[in-house]
């Protein structure tokens, strides 16, 4: 037996292809005019500290995997919904006909 549901093909592939458009739209990399790099929509998982400071930070990257997943789960849970509504529209056109 399967502990976990199964989900549509579309729905993961609707997932994949709002993962990576919404962390290319909103990703800042600034770190080459002093900036910084910024990862991650609406939780920003992975950060580079660029440019020169004073005093040097020990450490200029950063990563938060619950930040990660918590943006992972919230792109499911609207590409499920996309795929949700999507099934229920295409039934009710077939019905109509």
Request: proline share 8%; with cysteine.
């Amino acid at each position: 037996m399967c502990m976990f549901p199964k989900f549509p093909r579309a729905t993961w592939l609707i997932f994949f292809v709002l993962t990576v458009i919404i962390t290319i739209l909103f990703s800042r990399f600034d770190s080459p005019s002093d900036g910084n790099d910024v990862l991650g929509f609406p939780f920003p998982f992975y950060r580079y500290l660029g440019g020169k400071r004073y005093p040097e930070p020990p450490d200029r990257t950063y990563f938060n995997g619950i930040y990660l997943l918590l943006n992972l789960i919230i792109y499911f849970g609207i590409s499920y919904a996309l795929t949700y509504s999507i099934k229920k529209f295409r039934n009710k056109r077939a019905n109509t006909k």
